[in-house]
């Protein structure tokens, strides 16, 4: 089980609006700020979004984070195919004293 | 531009070790922290280690016990991931990743992965 939790899976049509939940606890979410990644499969994590809410040079405003208490939320609107991918929420934990990740969540684009 | 280049696919037995090397290029070396991230086949990410090239400080992951040290040569701007005792559940590939922005934990450049297996 991954320290921090997302829904394993989403979907969207085209256009519309979808949101990724993170939860954690006090001892990370709640005290650090949470990345956001993007995977396509074979390939390497993209950076989508870090320090809660901000983007990186590249990254459309179609993305953005945020983050409340001890969740964290990704927001991607004007859904895309090529959104279609793996996102992980990420950040530090102080108790574990290591970078801990959610366990996923495949966004399908129906 | 940034590229981390890392090491070629490696096939190893039970009990042996690994060297996933992870090489450095288009910015200065010391400058950002560099990680080390898993994924099992099928699975998601795991952290395993970090490196400060300017301080040469380490850190590591318990669930490593030991049997993880990141090392790194300043003369090739390598960073590199020695794993030990390797069992098959170490099979997975590995990334190196830079940290963008000191303290935000986020990797903004990823080494292209490489696929380590342990199998007898």
């Known amino acids: 089980q991954s320290v921090l939790t997302q829904p394993p899976s989403a979907s969207g049509t085209p256009g519309q609006r979808v949101t990724i939940s993170c939860s954690g606890s006090?001892?990370?979410?709640?005290?650090?700020?949470v990345n956001w990644y993007l995977q396509l499969p074979g390939t390497a994590p993209k950076l989508l979004i870090y320090?809660?809410?901000q983007r990186p040079s590249g990254v459309p405003d179609r993305f953005s984070g945020s983050k409340s208490g001890t969740s964290a939320s990704l927001a991607i609107s004007g859904l895309q195919s090529e959104d279609e991918a793996d996102y992980y929420c990420?950040?530090?934990?102080?108790?574990?004293?290591?970078?801990?990740f959610g366990g996923g969540t495949k966004l399908t684009v129906l | 531009q940034v590229q981390l280049g890392q090491s070629g696919a490696a096939v190893k037995e039970p009990g042996a070790s690994v060297r996933v090397s992870c090489r450095i290029s288009?910015?200065?070396?010391?400058?950002?922290?560099i990680h080390w991230v898993r994924q099992a086949p099928g699975q998601g990410l795991e952290w395993m280690a970090l490196?400060?090239?300017?301080?040469?400080?380490?850190l590591y992951t318990q669930k490593l016990q030991g049997r993880g040290t990141v090392t790194m040569d300043t003369t090739t701007s390598t960073i590199n991931l020695d794993l030990s005792s390797l069992r098959s559940d170490d099979t997975a590939v590995y990334y190196c990743?830079?940290?963008?922005?000191?303290?935000?934990?986020?990797?903004?450049?990823w080494g292209q992965g490489t696929l380590v297996t342990v199998s007898s």
């Open positions: 990743a830079r940290e963008s922005h000191s303290g935000t934990y986020s990797f903004d450049y």
């Open positions: 288009g910015y200065t070396f010391t400058n950002y922290y």
């Open positions: 490196i400060n090239p300017g301080g040469h400080t380490t």
């Open positions: 006090n001892s990370n979410i709640g005290s650090n700020s």
């Open positions: 320090s809660n809410n």
């Open positions: 990420a950040t530090w934990d102080d108790s574990l004293t290591v970078v801990v």
